[in-house]
């Protein structure tokens, strides 16, 4: 019996009658639709995806005809029996309850969006995106009262999804945000670029800024307060402020529930009733580079659970791996993708002994037409070099590079099987030395005492001789405060102006010029460190640098 037939449930339904042909498997969904495209909702709010029927993967009919499985939708399990090992099924449209026995119950009931109790949380125009009817609802509003700005709450994944769609229907939107960064996940510095791009494609990004409440306006519309007392109009309103796990049932049953609030499973997703399994959102997952528990609301996972669930309960000894959270999202031309640990995570986890290289190479050989930089933060372990997690941002090729290393993480590698991985390269692909194999070198360089980093916010406190090494022209278009220019190809006959009593820190636009100059300075008896990322990555991150444009 399997609760919930969408990502983990439906993988996990069709998985066990490919194993066991004789095998009675009965999936209870309380919606109208099971096996749907949610991944494809913002795109169908969005006109995008104009037919509903594509997002409508395997009907009722279909699990019947070509697996022998039997779809009960709106069918809520509402209670299981532990004891009896039956559950209680209350068909939602007859309110009949009814009893099913079980030999194995797999549970995949998904995350709900969070709504918090907020003042006019209730008005009409409000809503969130799970189910296909909630798009329904949300494609209606839209049809009907054609608003000409729409607030989203919350800009992460969903969030920006959203803003793109309902950007694409002709609303003027405005993103509401109570991080100071749009894309929580990514680390700051990261997300800086993130936000301009997203700011120059809606109307106004307010970071930093938690929705106080809303409230109806005299013309009908809505009015979203925020907590520092700004207002702004809006024809719709989408909440997209993360999912909690949907662990109502579980709870009632006394299964094991984990300290991030999601149903506790085992290496081959069982829950702690042995006759009982869980996967999906619903579920805690070990992460792969901290080892702690966390909620990972992915599809990609809930389907790979859903198989593991149907392995085990039909007596294979499969295991679900550790999760890396590799995820990737595109809105307004721009791709965001990022595998493993950031550095907030490894923070957070109380890890440390780890570096961060930051590198901006193009996606495809510079003389390509085309040619387009991918951001790039890669985070390492000091004592071995062993690949924690990386981060990407760009237009093109972002999601390549960052399902390379996603793969790399998974099998323990380091920045050295970084720098040798062979990828295939034509110059409107990628270049002979490719971002993945560009990262594994500059994050060698480190591990080998070639260069010694220095990171942006450390200039606050240091004393160091500050040395650009970009052309003039360059220079004079936006520095360092106290830096002193001398481009790369004028140090050697410049290299007596250089103090020989102070550590010097070297930058250039983005790490590349100044590595150089660091080789040529330290072969010549001086204390030098390359600033990571270079000036590229300053303008990016750092209070100094940082672009007012996003800030509430
Ligand atoms: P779900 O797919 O949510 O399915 C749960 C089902 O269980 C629901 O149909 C629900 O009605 C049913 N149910 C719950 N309780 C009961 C009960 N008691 N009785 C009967 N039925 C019950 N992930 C990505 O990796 N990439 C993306 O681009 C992406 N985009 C997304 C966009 C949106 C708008 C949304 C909402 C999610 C997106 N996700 C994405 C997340 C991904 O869809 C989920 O991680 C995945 O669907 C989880 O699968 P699941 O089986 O755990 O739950």
Redesign the pocket.
């Known amino acids: 019996m399997i ?7 439906a993988s996990c339904a069709a998985r066990l009658r490919r194993l066991d042909e004789d095998a009675q498997i009965v999936i ?4 109208y ?1 099971v096996s749907f495209a ?2 494809g ?2 795109y169908f709010v969005g006109n995008v995806i104009q037919q509903e029927s594509k997002l409508l993967l395997a009907g009722p009919d279909l699990f019947r005809d070509r697996f022998n499985i039997e779809v009960r939708l709106r ?4 209670a299981i029996d532990r004891q009896s090992q039956q559950i209680i099924v209350r068909d939602v449209d007859s309110e009949r309850e009814y009893r099913e026995p079980y030999d194995a119950l797999v549970l ?4 709900f ?1 969070i709504r918090p109790p907020l003042p006019g949380i209730d008005l009409p125009g409000i809503f969130t ?3 296909l009817p909630d798009s329904e609802d949300l494609r209606s509003w839209i049809d009907e009262a054609k608003p000409r700005r729409a607030v989203v709450v919350g800009g992460g ?2 969030g920006l ?1 959203m803003a793109e769609n309902l950007a694409h229907r002709g609303m003027d939107v405005t993103v509401v945000e109570m991080a100071d960064q749009l894309m929580p996940p990514l680390d700051p510095e990261m997300a800086e670029g993130v936000c301009r791009h997203v700011a120059a494609h809606v109307a106004h990004v307010q970071l930093g800024d938690p929705v106080a409440g809303f409230e109806q306006s005299s013309d009908g519309g809505l009015v979203v307060r925020t907590w520092s007392g700004a207002a702004f109009d809006a024809g719709v309103v989408v909440l997209a402020i993360g999912v909690r796990p ?1 662990t109502k ?1 579980a709870q009632e049953a006394g299964l094991e529930i984990g300290g991030r609030g999601g149903i506790r499973v085992d290496s081959q997703m069982r829950t702690s009733d042995p006759h009982i399994w869980a ?4 579920v805690e997952v070990r992460n792969r580079v901290t080892g702690q528990w966390e909620l990972v ?4 996972p ?1 389907n790979r659970q ?1 198989r593991i669930a149907a392995d085990v309960i039909c007596g294979r000894d499969s295991h679900f791996s550790p999760v890396q959270a590799t ?1 990737v ?1 595109g809105f307004f031309g721009l791709t965001v993708a990022l595998t493993g640990a950031t550095e907030k995570v490894l923070r957070r986890a109380g890890i440390d002994g780890f570096k961060a290289v930051y590198l901006h190479p193009n996606q495809h050989a510079s003389y390509y037409p085309g040619a387009k930089p991918i951001h790039l933060k890669l985070l390492f372990r000091t004592s071995d070099g062993r690949l924690l997690g990386a981060q990407a941002v760009g237009e093109e090729g972002v999601e390549r590079r960052i399902d390379v290393i996603a793969m790399a993480i998974q099998m323990g590698a380091t920045v050295f099987d970084l720098e040798e991985t062979e990828l295939c390269y034509a110059p409107q692909y990628g270049s002979a030395k490719d971002p993945v194999n560009l990262a594994g070198m500059v994050a060698s360089n480190v591990m080998r005492g070639d260069v010694q980093l220095a990171s942006w916010p450390e200039l606050d406190t240091t004393e160091a001789f500050l040395l650009d090494v970009r052309e003039v022209e360059e220079f004079r278009d936006g520095s360092i405060d106290g830096a002193v220019n001398i481009p790369l190809s004028k140090l050697r006959a410049r290299f007596h102006e250089l103090p020989h009593d102070r550590e010097i820190w070297v930058y250039c636009r983005a790490g590349h010029r100044s590595y150089y100059a660091c080789r040529f300075l330290a072969q010549n008896g001086l204390r030098v460190r390359n600033l990571s990322g270079g000036y590229r990555t300053y303008g990016a991150g750092w209070p100094q640098g940082r672009g007012q444009v996003c800030m509430s």
């Open positions: 609760v919930g037939g969408v990502a983990g449930g209870f969904d309380r919606g639709y949610n991944c909702l913002p069918n809520e399990v509402v995949s009931p998904g995350a969006p995106l799970r189910t994944f969903i999804e949907e049932l996967v999906g959102d619903a609301p992915l599809a990609g809930a859903g995820a999202c």
